[in-house]
């Protein structure tokens, strides 16, 4: 069963950075795409970056794109998301999951969306 632990969350003051961290255990094979997600509450989980493992290709939504970047350090327990210049908007609950895409679904935040499945607790991010 596969498990997934967020971290690197907490408080911090509007213009500051965060990493978050994504260790995903369980899973015997490469995932082959990893989404980070955030969410508020009442609101629908967002689809905020993909990262396609084998190519080690991500995609950032098109809003965050200019202070977001994701990446990998172990392909596959190990994944980053880099928040930079936060902003108050940025405040919510991030998660990271695993789902079995080809390249093309996993770097077009507009697919794939059903096949992430697996959910861990989150880390919050809070800006002020």
């Known amino acids: 069963e596969v498990q997934l632990v967020e971290s690197g969350g907490g408080s911090a003051q509007a213009g500051e950075s965060l990493t978050l961290s994504c260790v995903i255990s369980g899973q015997p094979t490469l995932p082959a795409c990893v989404g980070w997600f955030r969410q508020t509450p009442g609101k629908e989980r967002e689809d905020i970056a993909r990262i396609h493992t084998v190519s080690e290709t991500t995609i950032i939504d098109d809003s965050l794109k200019d202070r977001v970047s994701a990446s990998l350090a172990d392909r596959k327990t190990l994944y980053y998301l880099h928040l930079t210049a936060l902003e108050p908007e940025d405040t919510a609950t991030y998660y990271c999951?695993?789902?079995?895409?080809?390249?093309?679904?996993?770097?077009?935040?507009?697919?794939?969306?059903?096949?992430?499945?697996?959910w861990g607790q989150g880390t919050q991010v809070t800006v002020s």
């Open positions: 999951s695993p789902a079995p895409l080809a390249r093309s679904s996993c770097l077009d935040l507009q697919m794939g969306r059903p096949h992430f499945v697996a």
